[in-house]
């Protein structure tokens, strides 16, 4: 996930490359049925876009994302508990609809699938990452408040990832009519511009393009509207268990005293067709340095390449459980049956670097909003797959930047296209 803070990059190392003609139909992949997988394996495995199957796998478990994520926008109401029983609600939506595909067995195994990012609240000013123990009592929420969801899944390895911005609703009496928040201008202001830029992030992703193009048009976009990309996310390439790829794509530029203080210039690099990408944006209205704060870090992910004989009971527990069930992807305390013995294990692993933690990140200086979405460089073109649309109530008096405005328009042309033939495509298949 782009939100860990400089998180490990160690597993990029196990990445393959592997390549082979595309086929004539390969790009078609809505004949591909998930509910049908008895497709013999080949000699040697394809794992990106140029397979048909694969193509299907990212957007099936896209699907879920979506799904997942509108089902907990739909939870955000006046006195909701944000704690372990909403991301529960999450968790058990993906793992139920992931269920549902790909269910006969193959060498007497199903296919693995599930949670590839665990379900994550952030309300006010945390920013990302904050996926609450069972063990955690949190406040309910408030007309106004500021929820930040994120989360992921994968089928077969091949993950997608989403994450959205939302005002809690006031309350409503039965029978009436949803009321829209009432949402501050500087929140509206700062919402825009990151969905902005979260769209116009995933249109230039294209192949031949490189990092420093994107980064260039999110700080555009951010300038345009007076606001600051959070420099501690990023956005990177996916590939089959790999959340933190080996390509990765800067919000902004580091400045030279940003430079002095530690923080990274990204090496530059550019993308290529079948690629898959996280694009990740968060923007503030303050000065845009999010960093970790009181609450308990409760997301990690294993460091493949790290072992270490650890010396409490606990810690070892804690390893076993993740190279057992958690050796790739990121895991939250939640998921182990024994959550206080995991709480007491998982420090001995943080300090010897056997797992890498996602601190939840706070910005206390201004309003922040967070946008994600996943998107696949296809021979058609780059295809967003995860996300959902800007909440309406997220409206601002400043129109976009000329480049951004043109972007903006492509981007509802091809909506408006492909919307037109799934209808002729509907009415064809109706008989009508």
């Not at 700080?219 to 956005?235: C, D, L, Q, T």
């Not at 005293?257 to 550019?270: A, H, I, N, T, Y």
């Not at 033939?421 to 298949?429: R, T």
């Amino acid at each position: 996930s782009g939100e860990s803070v400089k998180s490990s990059r160690l597993e990029r190392k196990r990445e393959q490359e592997e390549t082979r003609p595309l086929g004539d139909n390969e790009k078609d992949v809505e004949e591909e049925d998930p509910r049908d997988n008895e497709e013999e394996e080949e000699e040697e495995e394809v794992t990106d876009l140029r397979s048909s199957t694969v193509c299907t796998k990212y957007q099936e478990a896209s699907k879920i994302v979506n799904l997942t994520l509108e089902g907990l926008v739909g939870q955000c109401v006046v006195g909701a508990r944000t704690d372990y029983r909403f991301v529960s609600f999450g968790t058990t939506v993906m793992e139920a609809q992931a269920g549902k595909l790909y269910t006969k067995k193959v060498n007497g195994s199903l296919m693995d699938r599930g949670v590839a990012f665990p379900v994550c609240i952030s309300v006010n000013d945390v920013v990302c990452n904050h996926s609450p123990l069972s063990s955690e009592e949190l406040e309910p929420l408030k007309e106004g408040d500021v929820v930040k969801i994120d989360l992921g899944c994968h089928l077969d390895g091949y993950i997608a990832v989403a994450a959205h911005t939302l005002v809690v609703p006031p309350p409503k009496a039965e029978g009436e009519d949803d009321k829209p928040p009432d949402v501050p201008k500087d929140l509206c202001h700062v919402s825009v511009a990151a969905f902005h830029a979260m769209l116009v992030a995933a249109h230039s992703i294209q192949a031949g393009k490189t990092n420093t193009d994107v980064t260039k048009a999110v700080e555009r976009v951010a300038n345009h509207y007076g606001v600051k990309p959070i420099s501690s996310v990023r956005m990177h390439q996916m590939k089959r268990y790999v959340l933190d790829g080996v390509k990765e794509v800067a919000l902004k530029e580091p400045t030279p005293d940003e430079l002095e203080e530690g923080e990274e210039k990204l090496p530059d690099c550019s993308f290529e067709q079948f690629e898959v990408y996280a694009v990740d944006v968060a923007m503030s209205t303050g000065d845009g340095k999010a960093k970790p704060g009181a609450l308990r870090t409760t997301v990690f992910k294993r460091n493949v390449e790290t072992n270490y004989r650890l010396k409490m009971k606990a810690s070892r527990y804690v390893l076993s459980e993740v190279d057992k069930k958690y050796p790739t992807l990121p895991f939250t305390l939640r998921h182990f049956e024994d959550e206080k013995q995991a709480k007491m294990g998982i420090t001995e692993c943080v300090t010897h670097g056997l797992v890498t933690p996602y601190p939840s990140l706070h910005e206390k200086s201004g309003k922040v909003a967070h946008f994600k979405c996943t998107v696949l460089l296809l021979p058609s073109g780059t295809s967003r797959v995860t996300g959902l649309n800007l909440p309406s109530y997220f409206t601002t008096d400043t129109p976009p930047d000329e480049e951004t405005a043109a972007v903006l328009k492509e981007l509802e042309e091809i909506a408006a296209k492909k919307a037109k033939k799934k209808a002729a495509k509907k009415k064809k298949k109706s008989g009508k």
